[in-house]
């Protein structure tokens, strides 16, 4: 029986093989649609950090007989913020393709059981853990002061900058949960991450995913940032949500920018990660210095190794080429000495200068090893990085024994 619309077949005689079906009828080699799939490896989530393809985003891709693309995208949540910007990115992809006359992105959602499977497959597999275990080849630098009003976090986020600008994978935590300042130093004060069934995606500035408490807080009638005041239960369960539940993908480096002082946070970081290395961040001042110090001896109560001591607010320069020092002196030079008896040598990694640009990028949201890398405390803060920018195996245990 037919449909009327087809020809009725014949079968072939006994003992002879049935004839193939005329090349019309067969499905047709598309190395167009080959060269579309091919050009969308290169069309990056600009929050996972990784292409659509890998994340099975692409829903289908065909091309008709005049050249005209039609790429469906999954994305991954209804009113993803990234939507506009995978769309613009597909569309470019798509038409850049030689014999492509135009391009139509269609853009869907994933089905709850597309977000598990890509929740999973980002997880590799395993249950929801700590990302950075003993065995994780990221470098953790934990940026410490004994005090507040030192620049710590505005020298974190440039840090962070910095190393993201030599082209590594970089990710910063602001664990500094009651004066949490990030996301204004790096312009994305008003970014909020993006949760897919548990699994919470960070913003990305210059380069860097950036997470804070700040970005989870409702602001309140007169625009400011709810207060937070949490006791160290609260305080120790959110430092530990933000090293399982966000998504930071294969880092580099990790930067965590620590309250001052040596509270919960400081504790329940060198719980959660000993093999940290931390940086303590002081004004020449004596009094700061001192106090400084304190922060690095509790860092070293839980295991964790201080690397170094940076030095901020060292001077003003002056246009006859001397110096004002506005804080005083010797500041880093005693932290470090502190820091070094019965103990290796703790290096004073830099001095930074005082720096109208450096204090501008961190208020306009413009971090000023990008706004202007040429400044005095541009250049200082690039050498520190270009020192801790590493990774690799030396010191870390491998996870097995040999017999």
Same mark, same amino acid.
């Given at each position: 029986?037919?449909?009327?619309?087809?020809?009725?077949?014949?079968?072939?005689?006994?003992?002879?093989?049935?004839?193939?079906? &005329?090349?019309?009828?067969?499905?047709?080699?598309?190395?167009?649609?080959?060269?579309?799939?091919?050009?969308?490896?290169?069309?990056?989530?600009?929050?996972?950090?990784?292409?659509?393809?890998?994340?099975?985003?692409?829903?289908? %891709?065909?091309?008709?007989?005049?050249?005209?693309?039609?790429?469906?995208?999954?994305?991954?949540?209804?009113?993803? &913020?990234? *939507?506009?910007?995978?769309?613009?990115?597909?569309?470019?992809?798509?038409?850049?393709?030689?014999?492509?006359?135009?391009?139509? %992105?269609?853009?869907?959602?994933?089905?709850?059981?597309?977000?598990?499977?890509?929740?999973?497959?980002?997880?590799?597999?395993?249950?929801?853990?700590?990302?950075?275990?003993?065995?994780?080849?990221?470098?953790?630098?934990?940026?410490?002061?004994?005090?507040?009003?030192?620049?710590? *976090? +505005?020298?974190?986020?440039?840090?962070?900058?910095? @190393?993201?600008?030599?082209?590594?994978?970089?990710?910063?935590?602001?664990?500094?949960?009651?004066?949490?300042?990030?996301?204004?130093?790096?312009?994305?004060?008003?970014?909020?991450?993006?949760?897919?069934?548990?699994?919470?995606?960070?913003?990305?500035?210059?380069?860097?995913?950036?997470?804070?408490?700040?970005?989870?807080?409702?602001?309140?009638?007169?625009?400011?940032?709810?207060?937070?005041?949490?006791?160290?239960?609260?305080?120790?369960?959110?430092? =530990?949500?933000?090293?399982?539940?966000?998504?930071?993908?294969?880092?580099?480096?990790?930067?965590?920018?620590?309250?001052?002082?040596?509270?919960?946070?400081?504790?329940?970081?060198? =719980?959660?990660? &000993?093999?940290?290395?931390?940086?303590?961040?002081?004004?020449?001042?004596?009094?700061?210095?001192?106090?400084?110090?304190?922060?690095?001896?509790?860092?070293? =109560?839980?295991?964790?190794?201080?690397?170094?001591?940076?030095?901020?607010?060292?001077?003003?320069?002056?246009?006859?080429?001397?110096? @004002?020092?506005?804080?005083?002196?010797?500041?880093?030079?005693?932290?470090?000495?502190?820091?070094?008896?019965?103990?290796?040598?703790?290096?004073?990694?830099?001095?930074?200068?005082?720096? %109208?640009?450096?204090?501008?990028?961190?208020?306009?949201?413009?971090?000023?090893?990008?706004?202007?890398?040429?400044?005095?405390?541009?250049?200082?803060? +690039?050498?520190?990085?270009?020192?801790?920018?590493?990774?690799?195996?030396?010191?870390? &245990?491998?996870?097995?024994?040999?017999?």
């Amino acid at each position: 029986m037919t449909d009327g619309n087809q020809p009725p077949t014949t079968p072939p005689p006994a003992g002879q093989p049935a004839r193939e079906q &005329p090349a019309a009828q067969q499905p047709a080699a598309s190395p167009l649609k080959d060269s579309v799939l091919t050009a969308l490896t290169r069309v990056i989530d600009p929050e996972i950090r990784k292409p659509i393809t890998e994340l099975d985003m692409v829903e289908s %891709v065909a091309v008709d007989a005049a050249g005209r693309a039609t790429v469906v995208v999954r994305l991954t949540i209804v009113g993803c &913020p990234a *939507s506009d910007r995978i769309e613009r990115d597909v569309t470019d992809a798509a038409a850049s393709v030689t014999g492509i006359t135009a391009a139509d %992105v269609r853009l869907t959602v994933m089905t709850p059981e597309q977000r598990a499977a890509l929740t999973d497959k980002l997880r590799g597999g395993r249950e929801k853990s700590m990302q950075f275990g003993p065995y994780s080849l990221t470098t953790i630098y934990a940026i410490s002061s004994g005090k507040g009003g030192v620049g710590k *976090s +505005t020298l974190t986020a440039n840090l962070a900058v910095s @190393l993201a600008a030599r082209g590594l994978a970089v990710g910063l935590i602001d664990a500094d949960v009651f004066g949490f300042s990030i996301p204004g130093i790096l312009g994305i004060a008003n970014a909020k991450p993006t949760q897919i069934d548990g699994m919470i995606l960070p913003p990305v500035a210059h380069g860097v995913k950036v997470i804070s408490i700040g970005m989870f807080l409702p602001e309140t009638t007169d625009g400011s940032a709810t207060a937070v005041s949490w006791r160290g239960p609260m305080l120790h369960r959110t430092i =530990q949500q933000f090293l399982t539940d966000v998504y930071f993908g294969d880092l580099d480096v990790l930067l965590i920018d620590l309250p001052p002082g040596t509270g919960d946070v400081a504790i329940s970081l060198g =719980q959660l990660l &000993p093999q940290a290395q931390v940086i303590v961040v002081t004004t020449p001042q004596p009094a700061a210095a001192d106090v400084a110090g304190r922060s690095g001896a509790v860092a070293r =109560q839980t295991g964790q190794r201080v690397i170094g001591v940076i030095e901020n607010m060292a001077g003003l320069p002056q246009p006859d080429g001397t110096v @004002l020092e506005l804080f005083g002196s010797g500041g880093g030079a005693l932290v470090a000495r502190q820091l070094s008896i019965g103990h290796e040598a703790v290096p004073v990694l830099a001095s930074i200068p005082l720096s %109208v640009a450096l204090r501008a990028g961190g208020d306009g949201g413009v971090p000023v090893v990008v706004s202007d890398p040429m400044d005095a405390a541009s250049i200082a803060i +690039t050498a520190v990085a270009g020192g801790l920018g590493r990774r690799g195996l030396v010191g870390r &245990p491998l996870g097995f024994s040999v017999r």
